[in-house]
């Protein structure tokens, strides 16, 4: 039987092992989530990608230069002409002063960084801090951390090579980090608002269940967490000068949750989903009666500093109490003061005056539920919308967009995801989250059921937004984590228990247990053995003992017996437990290897997909692309081509007119003013683009004179067939336009329904500026102007420009750019000649001359 010292101090030795391990492997994950991130740096180069990130960097550029004040303050007059934009108030800041505080510390530890490559870089840097905070929220269990059955030299070595491959591989999958789905939000150069609100949005999960949980409030506090102590220092007017008792200790992680929210809220538009969420999560465990103080500390300040702190935010404002996104936390926080107040008054009243008490509180309650349903109703009535904003509307009405604001339904990512990009983005984890939600259940806590309603909702909403497949993948890979927990357990406890049968070499645990079972018994025995004479010593005492002699030695003898009677019933009991285990959760032996082999083999095919999604199929930047073929790789620079030709070759104070989509970057990498942009905040400047777009040449001349704009951009594919072209976007042109101007109607560009942009085109679609735009000239390419995206040729192929003239074409054709022509070069028709003065009297006498005097 093991030593109790010695097996309690093999238990720390696997303790501090596990948590040696452990450190490391979250390190390497950290240290993966990073470079996993810097194929697109290695492959391409150090650049911005997409199009929103360029408004980003652009104002980042500002803040550091100019400051944190002339930030708030600052109107820019190069985006949206003639109206302009202020951008301190219609901007989420968390990203632009995440990266500035960036540069800031390492200009100030003399680390010379420039912006561009600070941008570059944070969404990597995130990612890493994503991974940590799902790893957290997840809370994978200890024992997966600890040396398996040290008890047996060759089952340890068996099990600690199982551990250290399994965890590496378990800790890919758990991590969103290595999600193809978060991946492609969060590669070097996506300098978007994504890159820190997800993690913003995992920190605030773990927070708030933490802030619930009161066991692990002493733990975490008397850890003395340095990482704690700044959030505290950050977060509002903490005393530390009282004593620490358990409501400090709430109010503590409180706040830090609190202030986890509002970095959400200054971070992403996303943070409805947290102010919704969590309180779903309040009103189910009120309803399922799992109501405490912990819950009400919990989520009440919450409510209060998070709405307080989120209206600090000029993007947000007032709509934080006066949109209908917010209200359903009002509401709970309402019921949550109800159900406290009936818990409180239950503690103090008597049964009987506790029914009077409920009957007022009920009343009070309908009558004050009623007032602010009706102050509500009155603040959303006025709304056409009833207070939802539009892109609340399509998330519980995926119709909504697509009938009534095209333009949002017009965005690719606002479209509802397929199955393979389900595939695409989750992979394996789609097989494993059934698995994770059953394994929430058994048994079903407070955080567990906290879990189960985020990967409910959050499949919900992606299957309605494809963008939101963003939300989808920490809680898909927070389920996967939990489904591999409890089959490693599951397969490693079956080999551990029936390994050693080979060698026969018990667990080192098992004993363990029973050692520490009937330690206290054994003493005993041993103690009571000592004192119980034998027979051989009865024989050799000559003396007779006494009567209160032979009274003791009874009375001893039978303490005797009774210990040993219990000693062998907890034997027993050990040895009960031990076979009800080795039946309810040991599995064959080379089943579970077996099943630990696919679960690995599961993983590595997984780490595989991932790898590949992050090197190809999400590193090329939108700017830059790249194309197989016979002749090796060709590298597409066509953007930054036109860009720079436009702010080499044209006046500071030119207007550029494009689509919406290429708004933010002329801006940024062109610094010319642009009518539109990608902020899409003014559905009828949009609408009248999209009219000139749709318009023949002359109303569309018209349409952008009047908008002061002296150059037009269009972006064709056409030639080396890139999809994402203006033409293959024309119809949703043509639908926001018509939104706005009923004279456009999409069926006029339609042929029985089909668009065409071949010879069975209509008169319409053949005549509008954007056909005669991207197609100018094309036919001189092959000589039959085949277009390579639409597979077809096209159906005019020889025409001329009468008010526009084309200034520049970059080499692949993809970017063609046009320039207004003035007034007077568009006289149509034959000019009239000049006459000279001095032939005017010769002629008109010539005239009368010759004139016949009977007509």
Same mark, same amino acid.
């Given at each position: 039987?093991?030593?109790?010292?010695?097996?309690?101090?093999?238990?720390?030795?696997?303790?501090?092992?596990?948590?040696?391990?452990?450190?490391?492997?979250?390190?390497?994950?950290?240290?993966?989530?990073?470079?996993?991130?810097?194929?697109?740096?290695?492959?391409?180069?150090?650049?911005?990608?997409?199009?929103?990130?360029?408004?980003?960097?652009?104002?980042?550029?500002?803040?550091?230069?100019?400051?944190?004040?002339?930030?708030?303050?600052?109107?820019?007059?190069?985006?949206?002409?003639?109206?302009?934009?202020?951008?301190?108030?219609?901007?989420?800041?968390?990203?632009?002063?995440?990266?500035?505080?960036?540069?800031?510390?390492?200009?100030?530890?003399?680390?010379?960084?420039?912006?561009?490559?600070?941008?570059?870089?944070?969404?990597?840097?995130?990612?890493?801090?994503?991974?940590?905070?799902?790893?957290?929220?997840?809370?994978?269990?200890?024992?997966?951390?600890?040396?398996?059955?040290?008890?047996?030299?060759?089952?340890?070595?068996?099990?600690?090579?199982?551990?250290?491959?399994?965890?590496?591989?378990?800790?890919?999958?758990?991590?969103?980090?290595?999600?193809?789905?978060?991946?492609?939000?969060?590669?070097?150069?996506?300098?978007?608002?994504?890159?820190?609100?997800?993690?913003?949005?995992?920190?605030?999960?773990?927070?708030?269940?933490?802030?619930?949980?009161?066991?692990?409030?002493?733990?975490?506090?008397?850890?003395?967490?340095?990482?704690?102590?700044?959030?505290?220092?950050?977060?509002?007017?903490?005393?530390?000068?009282?004593?620490?008792?358990?409501?400090?200790?709430?109010?503590?992680?409180?706040?830090?949750?609190?202030?986890?929210?509002?970095?959400?809220?200054?971070?992403?538009?996303?943070?409805?989903?947290?102010?919704?969420?969590?309180?779903?999560?309040?009103?189910?465990?009120?309803?399922?009666?799992?109501?405490?103080?912990?819950?009400?500390?919990?989520?009440?300040?919450?409510?209060?500093?998070?709405?307080?702190?989120?209206?600090?935010?000029?993007?947000?404002?007032?709509?934080?109490?006066?949109?209908?996104?917010?209200?359903?936390?009002?509401?709970?926080?309402?019921?949550?003061?109800?159900?406290?107040?009936?818990?409180?008054?239950?503690?103090?009243?008597?049964?009987?005056?506790?029914?009077?008490?409920?009957?007022?509180?009920?009343?009070?309650?309908?009558?004050?539920?009623?007032?602010?349903?009706?102050?509500?109703?009155?603040?959303?009535?006025?709304?056409?919308?009833?207070?939802?904003?539009?892109?609340?509307?399509?998330?519980?009405?995926?119709?909504?967009?697509?009938?009534?604001?095209?333009?949002?339904?017009?965005?690719?990512?606002?479209?509802?995801?397929?199955?393979?990009?389900?595939?695409?983005?989750?992979?394996?984890?789609?097989?494993?989250?059934?698995?994770?939600?059953?394994?929430?259940?058994?048994?079903?806590?407070?955080? *567990?059921?906290?879990?189960?309603?985020?990967?409910?909702?959050?499949?919900?909403?992606?299957?309605?937004?494809?963008?939101?497949?963003?939300?989808?993948?920490?809680?898909?890979?927070?389920?996967?984590?939990?489904?591999?927990?409890?089959?490693?357990?599951?397969?490693?406890?079956?080999?551990?228990?029936?390994?050693?049968?080979?060698?026969?070499?018990?667990?080192?645990?098992?004993?363990?247990?029973?050692?520490?079972?009937?330690?206290?018994?054994?003493?005993?025995?041993?103690?009571?053995?000592?004192?119980?004479?034998?027979?051989?010593?009865?024989?050799?005492?000559?003396?007779?003992? *006494?009567?209160?002699?032979?009274?003791?030695?009874?009375?001893?003898?039978?303490?005797?017996?009774?210990?040993?009677?219990?000693?062998?019933?907890?034997?027993?009991?050990?040895?009960?437990?031990?076979?009800?285990?080795?039946?309810?959760? /040991?599995?064959?032996?080379?089943?579970?290897?077996?099943?630990?082999?696919?679960?690995?083999?599961?993983?590595?095919?997984?780490?595989?997909?991932?790898?590949?999604?992050?090197?190809?199929?999400?590193?090329?930047?939108?700017?830059?692309?790249?194309?197989?073929?016979?002749?090796?790789?060709?590298?597409?620079?066509?953007?930054?081509?036109?860009?720079?030709?436009?702010?080499?070759?044209?006046? /500071?104070?030119?207007?550029?007119?494009?689509?919406?989509?290429?708004?933010?970057?002329?801006?940024?990498?062109?610094?010319?003013?642009?009518?539109?942009?990608?902020?899409?905040?003014?559905?009828?400047?949009?609408?009248?683009?999209?009219?000139?777009?749709?318009?023949?040449?002359?109303?569309?001349?018209?349409?952008?004179?009047?908008?002061?704009?002296?150059?037009?951009?269009?972006?064709?594919?056409?030639?080396?067939?890139?999809?994402?072209?203006?033409?293959?976007?024309?119809?949703?042109?043509?639908?926001?336009?018509?939104?706005?101007?009923?004279?456009?109607?999409?069926?006029?560009?339609?042929?029985?329904?089909?668009?065409?942009?071949?010879?069975?085109?209509?008169?319409?679609?053949?005549?509008?500026?954007?056909?005669?735009?991207?197609?100018?000239?094309?036919?001189?390419?092959?000589?039959?102007?085949?277009?390579?995206?639409?597979?077809?040729?096209?159906?005019?192929?020889?025409?001329?420009?009468?008010?526009?003239?084309?200034?520049?074409?970059?080499?692949?054709?993809?970017?063609?750019?046009?320039?207004?022509?003035?007034?007077?070069?568009?006289?149509?028709?034959?000019?009239?000649?000049?006459?000279?003065?001095?032939?005017?009297?010769?002629?008109?006498?010539?005239?009368?001359?010759?004139?016949?005097?009977?007509?």
């Amino acid at each position: 039987m093991v030593d109790p010292s010695e097996a309690k101090g093999e238990g720390s030795l696997r303790k501090a092992f596990g948590g040696v391990l452990g450190f490391f492997i979250l390190l390497l994950i950290g240290t993966l989530a990073f470079s996993i991130r810097l194929f697109s740096v290695i492959k391409y180069e150090s650049v911005i990608h997409e199009f929103d990130p360029y408004f980003n960097y652009r104002v980042t550029q500002f803040l550091t230069k100019n400051g944190i004040y002339d930030f708030w303050n600052w109107f820019d007059d190069r985006t949206w002409y003639p109206l302009g934009r202020v951008i301190g108030g219609t901007v989420y800041p968390g990203l632009t002063l995440t990266a500035g505080s960036i540069w800031w510390l390492l200009n100030n530890l003399n680390i010379p960084l420039s912006v561009e490559t600070v941008c570059v870089f944070t969404a990597p840097i995130f990612s890493a801090n994503a991974a940590w905070a799902t790893y957290l929220l997840t809370k994978a269990p200890a024992h997966l951390f600890e040396v398996k059955g040290t008890g047996a030299g060759l089952t340890a070595a068996v099990l600690l090579a199982m551990v250290i491959l399994f965890l590496l591989v378990f800790l890919l999958i758990s991590d969103n980090q290595n999600v193809p789905s978060y991946i492609s939000r969060s590669v070097a150069g996506s300098y978007d608002n994504e890159a820190v609100a997800i993690f913003a949005l995992i920190f605030t999960f773990y927070l708030y269940i933490k802030s619930s949980d009161l066991k692990n409030y002493t733990q975490t506090l008397n850890t003395g967490s340095l990482f704690y102590a700044t959030l505290n220092a950050l977060s509002y007017f903490y005393m530390v000068k009282h004593a620490l008792s358990i409501v400090h200790q709430l109010i503590f992680r409180v706040e830090i949750t609190v202030v986890s929210c509002s970095l959400q809220v200054c971070s992403w538009g996303g943070y409805t989903f947290i102010i919704n969420l969590i309180p779903m999560h309040v009103l189910l465990c009120i309803v399922t009666g799992r109501y405490s103080s912990r819950l009400y500390i919990a989520y009440a300040p919450l409510v209060v500093f998070g709405t307080l702190l989120a209206s600090l935010v000029p993007v947000v404002g007032f709509n934080a109490v006066m949109t209908s996104e917010h209200f359903a936390s009002f509401l709970v926080f309402i019921i949550i003061h109800v159900v406290a107040l009936v818990y409180y008054i239950k503690g103090i009243l008597s049964p009987k005056m506790f029914k009077v008490a409920m009957t007022l509180i009920v009343t009070i309650g309908i009558a004050v539920c009623g007032a602010v349903l009706a102050i509500l109703i009155a603040l959303v009535a006025s709304s056409p919308t009833k207070g939802w904003s539009g892109r609340s509307l399509s998330l519980l009405d995926p119709t909504y967009a697509s009938k009534y604001i095209p333009i949002i339904a017009s965005v690719s990512e606002h479209q509802p995801p397929t199955w393979p990009s389900y595939f695409m983005d989750i992979n394996v984890l789609a097989f494993l989250v059934p698995a994770g939600i059953v394994a929430c259940f058994l048994p079903l806590s407070d955080a *567990s059921s906290f879990v189960i309603l985020y990967i409910t909702t959050s499949v919900y909403f992606s299957g309605v937004m494809v963008r939101l497949m963003l939300v989808l993948a920490p809680a898909a890979c927070i389920m996967s984590g939990i489904a591999l927990s409890e089959a490693f357990d599951v397969f490693t406890r079956s080999i551990k228990f029936q390994l050693p049968k080979l060698f026969e070499t018990p667990p080192s645990d098992v004993w363990q247990l029973i050692g520490d079972t009937n330690n206290g018994t054994q003493d005993e025995l041993a103690k009571v053995d000592s004192k119980i004479p034998t027979e051989k010593s009865e024989t050799t005492v000559k003396e007779r003992p *006494s009567k209160k002699n032979r009274k003791k030695e009874k009375e001893i003898l039978e303490k005797g017996k009774e210990i040993k009677e219990k000693g062998k019933e907890n034997v027993e009991k050990v040895s009960d437990k031990r076979q009800n285990a080795k039946k309810l959760l /040991v599995l064959p032996l080379e089943a579970s290897a077996v099943a630990i082999l696919l679960l690995i083999i599961l993983g590595a095919f997984y780490v595989v997909h991932c790898v590949w999604a992050a090197a190809e199929a999400y590193s090329a930047p939108s700017i830059v692309l790249t194309s197989h073929s016979h002749d090796g790789l060709h590298v597409f620079d066509d953007f930054r081509e036109a860009y720079a030709w436009l702010k080499h070759n044209t006046d /500071v104070d030119d207007k550029v007119a494009s689509w919406w989509d290429y708004g933010y970057q002329t801006t940024a990498m062109a610094n010319r003013t642009v009518i539109v942009d990608n902020n899409t905040w003014n559905n009828t400047h949009i609408a009248t683009v999209g009219t000139a777009m749709s318009s023949p040449e002359k109303p569309a001349w018209e349409i952008f004179n009047s908008l002061d704009v002296k150059y037009v951009l269009v972006v064709f594919g056409g030639f080396v067939g890139y999809p994402s072209d203006d033409i293959n976007k024309f119809l949703w042109m043509v639908r926001i336009g018509g939104g706005v101007f009923p004279h456009i109607r999409e069926p006029d560009y339609l042929r029985d329904g089909q668009y065409r942009i071949d010879a069975q085109a209509t008169p319409t679609m053949l005549n509008c500026l954007m056909y005669k735009l991207s197609y100018y000239r094309f036919v001189e390419t092959d000589g039959k102007g085949f277009d390579r995206v639409r597979r077809t040729e096209i159906g005019k192929k020889h025409f001329k420009l009468t008010h526009f003239e084309e200034v520049f074409t970059t080499h692949h054709w993809m970017v063609r750019i046009y320039k207004l022509k003035p007034p007077k070069n568009m006289t149509r028709g034959k000019s009239k000649k000049k006459i000279n003065p001095k032939t005017r009297t010769k002629i008109s006498y010539q005239k009368k001359r010759n004139k016949n005097p009977w007509q």
